[in-house]
């Protein structure tokens, strides 16, 4: 039962990950996609 809540809490946050990472260029235009590291 506990294995079973935490996968289903995993999944949850993955999925809002997910879908923050695809939405944050569309919210914020100076965020570009696969610049990483490029500012450091």
């Known amino acids: 039962m506990v294995q ?3 996968l289903i ?3 949850i946050f ?3 990950n997910l879908v ?3 939405l944050l260029p569309l ?3 100076r ?3 696969g610049t ?3 500012a450091a």
Request: charge should be negative; avoid cysteine.
């Open 14 to 16: 993955m999925l809002v």
């Open 31 to 33: 965020v570009t996609l």
């Open 27 to 29: 919210v914020d235009p």
């Open 20 to 22: 923050v990472d695809l």
């Open 4 to 6: 079973a809540i935490s």
């Open 36 to 38: 990483r590291g490029a």
């Open 9 to 11: 809490i995993v999944g």
